[in-house]
């Protein structure tokens, strides 16, 4: 395989598309619980097994010639980029990761990791407090980002928040921390 044909014949990236493929770059601490981070690590190993399969691909697709012409080639490059874009990215996020201990019951504070009961409208909903990777509202499990969820961080039992939504301002009442 010719090296300089292949740094010269390469198709230029374009900002959008390195953004869109592997997200914008971020900074600061990823707030992961154990599950979080052995998910992440799992994914990272199937993700290393995988690529030496890729680059084969590559170089098995390189082989038939005129790479701007090779369909299958340009595919595989391109499976090639993406699996090492998300290599990068889950190993961006295991080394700035913080694990979110147990918080303990007697706490009189909401923090990451809590488990917080709010009223609103006579109603009460259960919400657990988490980084933005593992939230899930569907099942109760809100980013410490999120605007309900950075509004409640560090409110006390029988405090009240006002959070503003798309159905306009609603107020959550902290009835409970566990």
């Not at 010719?2 to 010269?8: A, G, I, R, T, V």
């Not at 399969?53 to 082989?63: H, K, N």
Request: aromatic fraction near 6%; include cysteine.
């Amino acid at each position: 395989m010719n090296l300089w044909y292949d740094e010269c014949m390469r198709v230029p990236k374009r900002k959008s598309e390195e953004f869109r493929k592997y997200g914008r770059p971020e900074s600061g601490p990823v707030y992961l619980t154990q599950a979080g981070i052995d998910k992440l690590s799992k994914q990272l190993e199937r993700c290393e097994r995988e690529l030496p399969d890729l680059i084969a691909e590559v170089q098995r697709t390189g082989a038939y010639g005129d790479f701007s012409e090779n369909a299958e080639y340009q595919a595989a490059k391109y499976l090639m980029r993406r699996m090492h874009g998300r290599i990068a990215s889950l190993k961006d996020r295991l080394n700035r990761a913080q694990l979110i201990t147990a918080v303990a019951a007697s706490a009189d504070t909401v923090q990451i990791g809590s488990t917080v009961v709010v009223e609103i409208g006579g109603k009460q909903c259960e919400y657990q407090i988490l980084g933005s990777y593992e939230s899930d509202p569907a099942r109760g499990r809100i980013s410490h980002a999120s605007p309900l969820g950075a509004a409640l961080l560090h409110r006390r039992r029988g405090e009240t928040v006002d959070v503003d939504t798309p159905r306009g301002r609603l107020q959550y009442r902290v009835m409970a921390l566990r």
